[in-house]
């Protein structure tokens, strides 16, 4: 099994990125996907969730209204779109999957974590 993060890097507050995870070794469509973030000195938070088929997307309220989650089951692939970051976005952002229908918001629900991609965001 392997999730694999990309897309992080330097960003100035207000500027957009996007995060994909490649994933492999595993059923993806039979899992729930997720994203959290990890920032130094913190609890691993989370960031939003996207149900095995897309149909269900879930965000934390820090992020609502910035961040966007969408997969593409046919590459095994899901994404994070942010836009309008700020400095507090800061973080080591990672991508999980939950073998679930239901999704879950709690980093302890997830079978499997990728290794992080370091985003920094500037003032």
């Known amino acids: 099994v392997q999730l694999v993060e990309s897309g992080g890097g330097l960003v100035q507050a207000g500027g957009s990125l996007r995060l994909s995870c490649t994933t492999s070794?595993?059923?993806?469509?039979?899992?729930?996907m997720g994203w959290f973030r990890q920032a130094p000195g913190k609890e691993r938070e989370f960031v939003s969730v996207?149900?095995?088929?897309?149909?269900?997307?879930e965000y934390g309220d820090s992020v609502k209204g910035r961040f966007t989650i969408s997969r593409d089951n046919a590459k095994n692939m899901v994404y994070l779109q942010m836009s309008s970051l700020k400095p507090e976005d800061t973080a080591v952002y990672y991508c999980?999957?939950?073998?679930?229908?239901?999704?879950?918001?709690?980093?302890?629900?997830?079978?499997?974590w990728g290794q992080g991609t370091q985003v920094t965001v500037s003032s």
């Open positions: 070794g595993f059923t993806f469509s039979a899992y729930g």
């Open positions: 999980a999957g939950r073998r679930s229908k239901v999704v879950s918001k709690t980093a302890v629900d997830y079978d499997y």
């Open positions: 996207i149900s095995r088929l897309g149909l269900n997307t």
